[in-house]
C-alpha cells in the first residue's frame, strides 16, 4: 500500500528555521517525483515544487522558488521541505503528494500544518 | 500563472447530477489533456478523484465524471449523495518547457 507520511504540526515565530519531513512507504521511493503542495488557511491548493529522489533534480513553481527549498534523503525514503526564515505568512498547511506518471497527483500524505507565530 | 476558475459553490439534491466547471487558457487546461480532480473533506488530505480528464482511479464510483472542451473542463457528479459533498479542485499541467501545475480555486459541493 502506498504510504506518504508527514512530520508533525509544528508552531514557530517569525524569522526561525523550519525543515518538514514526508515518508514514502510501499513504493519504489526513487522512481516517483514528490511534489508540495501549500493550502493557506480557508484557500485553495498551490503547487510549489517537485523533486525526484532518484537524482534529486529539483522544480520549483516561480512563486516559491527562492522562498523554501526541497530536498531529499533516498536511502530513508523521505523527502523535506524548508524555510530558512519563517514569516507569519508561511502559516498554511503543507501537502506532499506522489507524482504518478509525471502528471498526476494520485497519493497524498496527511498534512503538516505549520503556523509561525509571534 | 493564474489559478484556474472553478465556482466557489454548487449544490444539488441527493440523487441529483452537479458539474463543476474549471476554465483555463490554452496554456494549460486546452493545451493538454492532463486534467485531475481532487476531494477534499474538511480537515483531510484531497483525494485524486479523475486524471486526464475522465479517466476514474480504481475505487472511485462511477457517479464521479470528467470532460473537457476548449479551455474548459468539467466534473459531474451524479446520483448525488451525503458523502459527496466536499470541496472539489481541479488541476492542470501547464508546463511548457519545464514541469509546471495549476490548481483551480475550488468549489464548496453542497448537498440540500
Known amino acids: 500500500e502506498v504510504q506518504l507520511v508527514q512530520s508533525g504540526a509544528e508552531v514557530k515565530k517569525p524569522g526561525e528555521s523550519l525543515k518538514i519531513s514526508c515518508k514514502g512507504s510501499?513504493?519504489?521511493?526513487?522512481?516517483?517525483?514528490i511534489g508540495w503542495v501549500r493550502q493557506m488557511p480557508g484557500k485553495g491548493l498551490e503547487w510549489m515544487g517537485i523533486i525526484y529522489p532518484g537524482d534529486s533534480d529539483t522544480r520549483y513553481s516561480p512563486s516559491f522558488q527562492g522562498q523554501v527549498t526541497i530536498s531529499a534523503d533516498k536511502s530513508i525514503s523521505t523527502a523535506y521541505l524548508q524555510w530558512s526564515s519563517l514569516k507569519a505568512s508561511d502559516t498554511a498547511m503543507y501537502y506532499c503528494?506522489?507524482?504518478?506518471?509525471?502528471?498526476?497527483?494520485?497519493?497524498w500524505g496527511q498534512g503538516t500544518l505549520v503556523t509561525v507565530s509571534s | 500563472q493564474s489559478a484556474l476558475t472553478q465556482p466557489r459553490s454548487v449544490s444539488g439534491s441527493p440523487g441529483q447530477s452537479v458539474t463543476i466547471s474549471c476554465t483555463g487558457t490554452?496554456?494549460?487546461?486546452?493545451?493538454?489533456?492532463?486534467v485531475s480532480w481532487y476531494q477534499q473533506h474538511p480537515g483531510k488530505a484531497p483525494k485524486l478523484m479523475i486524471y486526464?480528464?475522465?479517466k476514474r482511479p480504481s475505487g472511485v464510483p462511477d457517479r464521479f465524471s470528467g470532460s473537457k472542451s476548449g479551455n474548459t473542463a468539467s466534473l459531474t457528479i451524479s446520483g448525488l449523495q451525503a458523502e459527496d459533498e466536499a470541496d472539489y479542485y481541479c488541476?492542470?499541467?501547464?508546463?511548457?518547457?519545464?514541469?509546471?501545475?495549476?490548481f483551480g480555486g475550488g468549489t464548496k459541493l453542497t448537498v440540500l
Open positions: 486526464d480528464v475522465s
Open positions: 488541476c492542470s499541467y501547464a508546463g511548457s518547457y519545464t514541469f509546471y501545475w495549476v
Open positions: 490554452s496554456s494549460d487546461v486546452g493545451g493538454y489533456n492532463y
Open positions: 510501499g513504493y519504489s521511493f526513487t522512481s516517483y517525483w
Open positions: 503528494a506522489r507524482l504518478y506518471s509525471s502528471r498526476i497527483f494520485d497519493y
